[in-house]
């Protein structure tokens, strides 16, 4: 109260004297006081981007293990049950589906493979023609066994099957069925009905017959050409008892390429739909996807793995030698690479990943103000007989 | 008057000077704060999820401890077909899945090899039923070595018997080319009850690789 009064007296005094404007703010007093204010601003400013710098930062890891996590999770359990079809590795496979032996959607090997650099005789399919170059495209077909609904029984004359449960499964859908005692599975398109319901019709063409592979109706749709084994045209087919499974036929290739959408370099995933074969996008900011195959080489198959090849050089082995081809692939890693969705480095600066894994790009990257992430997913095939 | 003018502006003003720093420095905090807060947000928002995941990934692992341990004792025990039929009297496969031991179908005593068959009823499977997994007399055990885990339970299922490979054909006339096949399901559960892992696989022996295959 007494310094209040004070100051008052004072500046009543300097305003007694006549100098009215210095009374208010001298030179002085103003660049003090703006000194000291930018002062404290400025600290506070700093403080204030190294936050926002930090706050990027901490977002940026956020995003990049996130993907990860979700990737590394989403590739092992792909590469575990590739290559399920029923629950006995040795059972009778029956193809009832039409498509051309290339097609790699419908294909039984579980694991497959393409550089993207191929060339020759196994080339690239069109549908990966824009995927990035130097990385790697991996196809894993497989049932997707966790979603599998019983069969309560299996009308053969009329082409149906009902199941416990009203399904998912849509016209056109490829399905597998396998028997309940593990003998028998068949592979086959579900023709109806177009409404959700219990039931699942196939073609009555096509009998789900147990003891050939592959087959494929001949152009008519009588016939049954299934190379000299057992089925002729008038076999009604195999009746799938009770207690059998139908799940759905699952076809993914992982292969990168720019966004459609944003325009940064993205994991596609290839899949199955209605029978037909429609990419999605998986994950945005992959950089590189890099695959390779532990494989059990030699004329006889003992179970371990022997080397790793990549994609081009198995091919090269499957030209070369008789006795093998991808099911002798026992184990796949993948490498991956991972890019922050901005900048995140005050300045550029050169990022060593480990190297290693590709001859071309990336095991040194340089000049860059991203961030960036190396993550190795290994994974056993799990549906090869061995343990 | 005049006086009193200058003095109205002089204090306005110098209140100005002082108030702009003073709030644009809180404006600037309260950014940190918001800032900051997002990113303790979001930072316990990931450990929560690595955690989860890494809880995912040590019940897989449990469970498939169990699977790869029951698979070894299948294999090593060898193919018995007497556990399945109706004169057995210890470790039998039965239609209860007592000793978590499932069988349920038709394998005559004294039957002519592979002359066996599953029930075709439509009924829920064994790993569906809670029961089985819930009271110990009808599941097998494994503890899990060096962890927290409680131990992870398994059923064995007798499936009857399949072609032994690729180019076999099981019948009655080539009993030596069929295999028994046996299902195993295992579910591990976590510590804190959150992530529960059923993992399933099937084994195949052959007929003529009776008890203790794998002698080491």
């Known amino acids: ?387 | 008057m005049i006086r009193n003018l200058t003095q109205r502006i002089h204090y306005s003003l110098s209140k100005k000077q002082h108030g702009s720093t003073l709030i644009i420095c809180l404006i600037i905090l309260l950014i940190m704060t918001m800032l900051g807060v997002t990113n303790m947000r979001s930072a316990s928002m990931q450990m929560k999820m690595a955690s989860n995941t890494q809880s995912r990934q040590n019940t897989f692992h449990a469970a498939e401890f169990a699977l790869s341990a029951a698979e070894f004792n299948i294999i090593n025990d060898g193919y018995d077909p007497i556990a399945a039929q109706p004169e057995c009297s210890t470790n039998c496969y039965n239609e209860k899945c007592k000793d978590g031991l499932c069988f349920n179908g038709a394998f005559e005593s004294g039957a002519i090899l592979p002359e066996c068959e599953l029930a075709t009823a439509d009924a829920t499977p064994y790993w569906l039923n809670k029961n089985i997994w819930n009271s110990a007399a009808f599941h097998q055990t494994v503890s899990i070595p060096n962890s927290d885990f409680d131990d992870a339970k398994y059923i064995v299922e007798f499936m009857c018997h399949v072609d032994k490979d690729e180019s076999a054909e099981c019948s009655i006339l080539a009993p030596l080319d069929c295999a028994a096949l046996y299902r195993v399901t295992s579910l591990a559960v976590s510590e804190d009850g959150l992530s529960r892992v059923m993992l399933q696989s099937t084994v195949a022996v052959n007929l003529n690789e009776n008890k203790k295959m794998i002698e080491e």
Not at chain 1, 232 to 245: E, I
Not at chain 1, 256 to 277: A, C, F
């Open chain 1, 1 to 387: 109260m007494r310094s209040f009064k004070k100051k008052k007296s004072l500046r009543s005094f300097y305003g007694f004297s006549g100098c009215v404007k210095s009374a208010g703010v001298t030179l002085v007093e103003l660049l003090v006081a703006m000194f000291i204010g930018l002062f404290i601003l400025s600290g506070a400013v700093s403080v204030m981007v190294g936050s926002k710098n930090n706050f990027v930062m901490e977002q940026e890891v956020a995003f990049i293990q996130e993907n990860s996590r979700f990737l590394a999770g989403e590739l092992v359990h792909e590469i575990r049950m590739a290559g399920y079809f029923g629950c006995s590795t040795f059972n009778d496979l029956t193809n009832t589906l039409n498509h051309d032996a290339g097609d790699w959607m419908y294909a039984s090997k579980g694991v497959q493979g393409y550089e993207v650099s191929d060339a020759g005789p196994s080339a690239l399919p069109a549908e990966f023609s824009d995927a990035r170059e130097n990385t790697d495209v991996l196809i894993i077909n497989r049932g997707e066994s966790s979603e599998s609904i019983r069969v309560s029984y299996h009308e053969v004359v009329k082409s149906r099957m009902r199941l416990s449960q009203t399904h998912g499964f849509n016209v056109g859908d490829i399905l597998i069925v396998e028997d309940a005692s593990c003998s028998n599975t068949s592979v086959f398109q579900m023709i109806g009905p177009a409404s959700r319901s219990r039931w699942v019709e196939h073609a009555a063409v096509s009998p789900l017959s147990g003891s050939c592979s592959p087959a494929r109706p001949d152009s008519d749709g009588v016939a049954y050409d299934c190379s000299g084994d057992i089925p002729g045209p008038l076999v009604k087919g195999y009746r799938f008892r009770p207690g059998s499974a139908v799940m759905a036929f699952k076809s993914s290739a992982f292969f990168v390429k720019n966004s459609d959408i944003t325009g940064v370099s993205t994991l596609y995933r290839s899949g199955l739909e209605r029978g037909r074969s429609v990419a999605r996008e998986l994950v945005g900011g992959v950089e590189d996807f890099q695959v390779i195959y532990g494989v059990d080489f030699g004329p006889a198959a003992d179970g371990k793995i022997d080397r790793y090849y990549n994609a081009t050089e198995l091919k090269g082995l499957e030209v070369e030698y008789s006795w093998f081809d991808w099911r002798r692939v026992l184990n796949v890693r993948v490498t991956v690479v991972l890019k922050s969705n901005s900048r995140v480095y005050p300045s550029a600066h050169d990022v060593d990943l480990g190297g290693g894994f590709n001859a071309n790009n990336y095991e040194y990257l340089s000049n860059t103000r991203y961030l960036y992430q190396k993550i190795v997913v290994t994974g056993n095939v799990r549906n090869r007989g061995g343990t």
